[in-house]
């Protein structure tokens, strides 16, 4: 069985209004911050197992300290996979005059998943 592969990888980092300048550098993938809403976008695209791990450097310069830290929102999915374990055995269909090909194709999406940073 083939290692799974994490496919679609995006953080999303909203910063405080008391960030003036913002300078990213990732290892992998591309990151996009707009000054004007303070939120930066890291697309990483596809994580495999043996791969390095990304990684996102940050230099920051604050106006004053901020009141709490962000709360980072992360995307991902993982093609022909299930993690709930729900799977299809039959199909029966009724009133076709075809026979239907039961073909099953299982994704996992990673819907509201936010990491609160200390």
């Known amino acids: 069985k083939a290692p799974l592969v994490v496919e679609d990888v995006a953080v999303t980092i909203p910063f405080p209004k008391v960030v003036k300048t913002a300078n990213l550098s990732v290892t992998q993938g591309s990151v996009v911050y707009d000054e004007v809403s303070k939120i930066a976008r890291w697309t990483i695209g596809k994580l495999e197992v043996r791969s390095a791990k990304p990684q996102l450097q940050a230099t920051l310069q604050l106006n004053e300290k901020p009141e709490a830290n962000p709360n980072l929102a992360l995307h991902w999915k993982i093609p022909l996979a299930s993690v709930s374990g729900l799977t299809v055995n039959g199909l029966s269909l009724t009133g076709e005059s075809y026979r239907p090909y ?5 994704i996992t999406r990673s819907g509201k998943f936010h990491i ?3």
């Open 116 to 118: 609160r940073c200390n």
């Open 102 to 106: 039961k073909g099953v194709r299982n």
